[in-house]
């Protein structure tokens, strides 16, 4: 009988468990998702008669009560930090070995994403969760290993740094494809964190440069009205195809994450930059604490948070460096799904 892993998330994120599942299938093991997030989705589902997702939502109900009548269980846990549901998946956990996965990179219960108050009894489920409950801990960042070593008493030996991945075989760099000079795109979400109007105001007064964006939220009719007025700034809306994003990656030089942190989020990693290092392009970002895990001066920039224009200003006075993207390409074969999938090994053990 072949053997299953799960991963319990609030909402799932299947593309971040690439590697370990590529693992799994080596090993004749099964990665099967679920969500713990169930009841409000579920009455949501019934109100839009999304038969689809309540039937997700039913599966992932039954999972849940199965926990509480079965042990054994293997089960990789996703969830924010300081999040009160702790207390319950605690319960429904207690007869299963757990792991923990997380890119959160700040464990002294100041800057939480959930919890607006972080209370005394909250933490102590906190603690017996990392430090009683989990098998492992798998974190995306050294930086995030480094926090709950330290504020936990939680050992080195314990947590192993595992990176996102992806299929690098879907990204191809095209060296010799003529790109215009100073070409810049972002790809994200269009949201006010993103840093997307710092980008529409600069590129509006030099249009020797040009920049693309490629994305949807809450700043889409802005970056129209951008687009519209400015012929240096295009905006091509959300792309969903891996064909046309490579396309998009190989007609410029570079790309922007230009985030800001906010009381509950920063740039925990940044997909994006490694998809685009795939393709040459070079990476700029703002130092939160996910770029500043994958860039750095051989290949990329970083920059304070806000310090975008001095950067801009910089690089359009200067021709391009053919070796940064060519270091950029290399950089990042160090998230192909094969290599990553081996530092995923202790929840074979």
Not at 10 to 37: M, V
Not at 186 to 214: C, H, P, Q, S
Request: charge should be positive.
């Amino acid at each position: 009988m072949t053997e299953k892993i799960y991963i319990l998330h609030k909402n799932g994120a299947n593309s971040h468990y690439q590697a370990l599942n590529f693992l799994l299938k080596k090993n004749n093991k099964e990665l099967i998702f679920r969500e713990f997030s169930v009841f409000g989705k579920l009455i949501k589902s019934i109100f839009k008669l999304d038969f689809k997702d309540f039937s997700k939502q039913i599966i992932n109900f039954l999972f849940l009560l199965n926990l509480i009548f079965t042990k054994n269980k293997k089960v990789i846990l996703g969830i924010a930090p300081f999040d009160k549901k702790i207390i319950i998946l605690l319960f429904l956990l207690k007869r299963h070995k757990v792991y923990y996965h997380t890119s959160w990179a700040n464990w002294d219960g100041t800057f939480v994403p959930k919890s607006k108050k972080v209370t005394s009894n909250l933490k102590r489920k906190w603690r017996i969760f990392l430090e009683e409950k989990c098998i492992y801990i798998f974190t995306v960042t050294e930086r995030s290993k480094q926090q709950i070593c330290k504020h936990y008493k939680v050992t080195a030996s314990k947590i192993f740094v595992v990176k996102h991945s992806f299929d690098n075989s879907e990204f191809e760099f095209l060296r010799y494809k003529i790109k215009k000079n100073y070409s810049f795109v972002y790809v994200g979400r269009l949201r006010a964190e993103k840093g997307i109007e710092d980008l529409l105001n600069w590129f509006a007064k030099n249009n020797g440069a040009n920049l693309t964006i490629v994305g949807r939220g809450v700043l889409e009719n802005k970056v129209k009205n951008y687009a519209c007025a400015y012929e240096n700034i295009s905006y091509l809306g959300y792309v969903n195809n891996k064909q046309k994003i490579v396309s998009i990656f190989n007609s410029h030089n570079y790309m922007i994450l230009n985030s800001y942190k906010t009381k509950k989020w920063e740039e925990l990693f940044g997909m994006v930059l490694i998809e685009g290092m795939a393709c040459g392009l070079i990476p700029i970002a703002s130092n939160h604490v996910g770029p500043k895990s994958i860039i750095n001066k051989q290949f990329g920039y970083l920059y304070p948070e806000g310090n975008i224009e001095e950067i801009l200003n910089s690089l359009v006075l200067q021709n391009i460096d053919f070796k940064m993207k060519e270091e950029a390409q290399k950089a990042s074969e160090e998230y192909a799904i094969e290599k990553i999938s081996k530092t995923w090994v202790a929840i074979l053990l």
